[in-house]
């Protein structure tokens, strides 16, 4: 057994992991991973980077970009994951109403920095940065062979599975929490 930490954001959260016999790399890799908002345009564009080799190169969802009206939205967070000085990984949040709903999308962890628990600290940060917001619930449409990887984490399914792009989606959502606990 081991433990580490990654911080989520200038404020930082910590989060303890747990994973059995790694070798003396990944668990320097893993100690060197830390998530967070982008720090600068030189993120954002390492932020779209990863969303565009995995979303549009590696599983054709999109021809072009994924990017969309939300990205241009201010009030849209982008959150990196780094290994070290790298940017591995993505995902964006934003808020749906005035009522607290939040929505998260476009998580993505390039190949080769996988099951290092940059994905699950990528959702957590960002369900933490909407708690922060004020949101109350946080939903996600997720591909269907990641909801066991979202239930891990504390998502629950919504409603009927659908397709996009022909790929299967599973809606989900996970309530939120405040700084204060409300
Ligand atoms: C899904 C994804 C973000 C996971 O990233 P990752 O960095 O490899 O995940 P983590 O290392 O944080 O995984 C945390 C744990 O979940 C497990 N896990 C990872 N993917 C899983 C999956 N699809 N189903 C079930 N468990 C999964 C890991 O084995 C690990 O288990 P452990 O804590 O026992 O070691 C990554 O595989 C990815 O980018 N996939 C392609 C894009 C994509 O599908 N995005 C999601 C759209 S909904």
């Not at 021809?63 to 009030?75: K, T």
């Not at 993505?90 to 998260?104: E, I, P, S």
């Not at 998580?107 to 922060?132: I, N």
Request: with cysteine; hydrophobic share 40%; glycine share 10%.
């Amino acid at each position: 057994m081991w433990r580490t930490s990654s911080a989520c954001g200038p404020e930082g959260v910590q989060t303890p992991k747990v994973a059995a016999a790694p070798s003396a790399r990944r668990l320097e890799l893993v100690r060197e991973s830390v998530v967070r908002p982008v720090a600068d345009r030189r993120e954002l564009a390492a932020h779209f980077e990863v969303r565009r080799r995995i979303f549009v190169e590696a599983q054709q969802l999109f021809e072009r970009d994924d990017r969309d009206a939300y990205d241009d939205d201010p009030a849209t967070l982008h959150v990196v994951g780094l290994a070290g000085a790298e940017v591995v990984g993505a995902v964006r949040l934003y808020r749906l109403d005035g009522r607290g709903l939040w929505k998260g999308d476009r998580l993505a962890v390039l190949p080769r920095s996988r099951a290092l628990q940059l994905g699950a600290d990528l959702v957590r940060c960002a369900v933490q940065l909407a708690g922060e917001a004020g949101g109350i619930r946080m939903v996600a449409t997720v591909q269907a062979p990641n909801v066991r990887f979202f239930e891990r984490l504390g998502w629950c399914q919504t409603g009927p599975r659908t397709l996009f792009h022909d790929v299967e989606h599973q809606g989900m959502e996970i309530p939120l929490t405040s700084p204060s606990g409300g």
